[in-house]
């Protein structure tokens, strides 16, 4: 299923025509690209750069005494990922 949602729309492409004709090397560059660069549907990064905007926006305007907004908050049909170790460790020192 996870690879589907990875391969949907590359090269404009079924997802069979792309699993016949992709190697699995080729795969992994996809995926490690769509993990740095985010979705390839020119919709979903339009709603990306505005959701970016909104956030900065809201950020710049807010009280001091207000928690800043994240991204997340602008993307209503996207989970925010988990937060990793690092950043843990970062926030609560």
Known sequence: ????????????????EAQ????????????A?????????PGLRA????AMLATLYANAHRKKSDTPLSLYT???FEEEPPITLERAMELWH
């Open 1 to 16: 299923m996870w690879h589907e949602l990875v391969m949907h729309g590359i090269g404009g492409r079924t997802v069979a």
């Open 20 to 31: 016949s004709r992709m190697s699995y090397t080729e795969f992994c560059r996809w995926l």
């Open 33 to 41: 690209y769509r993990r740095k660069r985010g979705s390839l549907h």
């Open 47 to 50: 709603d990306r750069g505005a």
């Open 74 to 76: 602008f993307l209503p």
